[in-house]
Structure formats: structure tokens, C-alpha cells
């Protein structure tokens, strides 16, 4: 076994979401707030952090995951890269600060 893999943590493990909702979201069918709130949490961001990442403002944010407004199509589109390439999404964030 090789020490390059690192130890998952319990943070990690609060992270996951299922391979099937993972898919459903990186397809763009996020029905609900809570779809956004697991966006969120998967890619490790507080509301403030996201917002920022997502150019949103943190009441905007909210307002997302409690399901009021409708997301327009390239706030979809970000979504979609957040689960799809958490990597990229994350590196777009630490590039604007």
C-alpha cells in the first residue's frame, strides 16, 4: 500500500453526497435549495465563500438554497462545473481573491 493516498476524514465523509445524486446535480437537474446547499457543502464552502465563488451575494445565496428564486442558466452552468470539477471550480475561487 502507498502513503500517497491521504486518510479520508470525518470532514470528507460529511462532504459526500451519492454517485446518483451527483450525477443528477453535474447533469443540471437541481430541483430544490437543498440541491444548492449540497452543491455547497461537496465543494467545502461557507455561504459567504460562495457567494464570492458564485459572484452572488450572500443573501442570494440564501436565498438559492432555501428554493425562492429560480437559478438562471449560467448560475446552472456554474453549478454544474462545481460538481463536476470541484477542482476547477475551487482553483477559479482561489485565482479572484
Given amino acids: 500500500m502507498t502513503d500517497d493516498i491521504p ?3 470525518m470532514t470528507d465523509f460529511a462532504r459526500a ?3 446518483g445524486t451527483r450525477q ?3 447533469e443540471g437537474r437541481i430541483t430544490s435549495g437543498n440541491d444548492v446547499a449540497t452543491i455547497r457543502t461537496f465543494v ?3 455561504v459567504e ?3 464570492e465563488a458564485t459572484g452572488a451575494t450572500v443573501e442570494t445565496v440564501r436565498d438559492w438554497e432555501s428554493g425562492k428564486p ?3 442558466g449560467p448560475t446552472m452552468r456554474l453549478l ?3 460538481v463536476r470539477h ?3 471550480f475551487l482553483e477559479s475561487l482561489r485565482s479572484t481573491v
Fill in 80 to 82: 454544474r462545473i462545481a
Fill in 86 to 88: 470541484p477542482g476547477v
Fill in 49 to 51: 465563500q460562495f457567494a
Fill in 44 to 46: 467545502g464552502l461557507t
Fill in 70 to 72: 429560480t437559478l438562471d
Fill in 17 to 19: 453526497i451519492s454517485a
Fill in 7 to 9: 486518510e479520508l476524514s
Fill in 24 to 26: 443528477r446535480l453535474g
